[in-house]
């Protein structure tokens, strides 16, 4: 479906996954693009984040449809972006119930002898498990900068170390760009994908973005070599293999997130906790992605999620052809800003 007219003059501020991916989308499709960030690239929540690439199991919600295409979109990506650090390992999940719940899309039920086959130390393979086969994991940061070198490559402006002070607009009311530390950026459109900042950056222009920052801590350990092949997921962590001699794992406490990698996997006696890092989310306070235009504020269009290394190429792209071509994309219905 097309709407009014695209914008083809964009201030995207953010450079995370999301306002990267947002900017090197728009770019490609033509458009001129600015990207604005306060810091470096995926220096927000990003670089604090578990990225795994979870689209699987998914069965209902608003953004369902929106995830359900996640994994095909990084594959996608991929090919346009050689080199684009993705790792397609599968993920093994497991909790301490008697059953197996229904397997969802994307996913199988396996038994013991498969869990054992696919992480052979699990000292204790759990009767069940659910084996997600497509999901994979990025190194998040990697994938920032191989996003904002293809939206350079396709001649975007990329203002590091440039804090956003305000939004501007004209006499109309419309957006006319930004202002910041290093002087205005003139613009015909702003995307807000600053994560948590995108709140306050909305505010005085009288626009409630409802999206808060949610506290998650990322613990970095020391492995041996091969110790964890897959994505795996208990009630006591979400962990997985960076380096031959690391793991990082996304989980509440640190003493007992490496006393239960030291009791699930054999060889893990020596593993220790390396650093603990506490991450923002920005979390919509209804857990569904932010992502369209204001309409009180014309050329104002906001990108904020959780799961949003999740659903960060399939974004990208959605909202650069609704940016550029001018099109509604149905995908990203359930996620208006308007539905507060
Ligand atoms: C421990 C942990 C585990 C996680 N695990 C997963 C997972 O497995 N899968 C998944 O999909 N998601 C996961 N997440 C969530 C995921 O990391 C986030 O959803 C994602 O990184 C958000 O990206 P973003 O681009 O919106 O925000 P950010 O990465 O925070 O980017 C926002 C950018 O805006 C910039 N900015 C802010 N204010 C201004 C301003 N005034 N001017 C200019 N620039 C500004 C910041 O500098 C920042 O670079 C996890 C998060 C944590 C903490």
Known sequence: MRSSTGSRDLVVVGAGIVGASVAYHAARAGAAVTLV???????????????????????????????????????????????????WSGALSWNRQRSAPAAGPGQTIVDAATVASIEPAVRQPPEWAIWAPDDGAVDSVGVVERLVAGARAHGTRVRLDTAVTALRRDAAGRIAGADTTAGPLPGTTVVLAAGVATAALAAPLGVRVQVEPSPCPLFRLSAPAGLVRTLVSTEDFDLRQVAADRLIAAADSPEQTLAAVRSTFRGAESVELLSTRLG????????EPIIGPIAEVPGLYVSVMHAAVTLAAAVGRLVARELVDGTVEPTLSGCRPDRF
């Open 37 to 87: 960030d306060a810091g470096r690239p995926g220096g927000g929540v990003t670089a604090d984040s578990f990225a795994w690439i979870g689209a699987s199991g998914v069965l209902d919600g608003p953004a369902a449809a929106l995830r359900a295409t996640a994994t095909a979109e990084y594959h996608r990506l991929g090919t346009e972006l050689p080199g684009l650090p993705v790792t």
């Open 280 to 287: 923002a989310r920005p979390m919509p306070v209804d857990g």
